[in-house]
């Protein structure tokens, strides 16, 4: 089978060049630890750059991930707390002022029958 795109990096893109392979700047986002580890020529299914990760370091990173993403969703979820109190706050001071305005009005109408 012949490909257009015979060069696979390991974040999974694909290039005509096995030099634009091994400098991918994708495998900077989506490659396993933020890194390229390697170029497959999918022609004959051999690796032509680099080694594939050992299963140590797809762990290794794949850990790394799930903490920082659990960071991350904390962070998200502290700031989303933070906003519903923020947002809880504001009602109650409309609430207030609401009620606030009701009362002088009230007054009004009481200063109004008693001939004020």
Excluded at 24 to 41: A, E, M, P, Q
């Amino acid at each position: 089978m012949s490909f257009d795109y015979p060069y696979e990096c390991s974040c999974g893109e694909r290039f005509s060049k096995i030099s634009s392979a091994i400098t991918c700047r994708k495998c900077r986002t989506y490659g396993l630890g933020g890194r390229h580890w390697y170029v497959v020529d999918l022609n004959t299914d051999e690796l032509v750059h680099g080694k594939f990760p050992t299963d140590a370091e797809v762990e290794f990173w794949n850990e790394a991930m799930r903490r920082e993403e659990e960071e991350l969703r904390k962070e998200l979820d502290r700031m989303a707390q933070e906003s519903y109190e923020q947002y809880i706050c504001e009602l109650k001071e409309e609430a207030i002022a609401i009620v606030e305005v009701q009362e002088d009005n009230l007054w009004a109408v009481e200063d109004k029958l008693m001939g004020y």
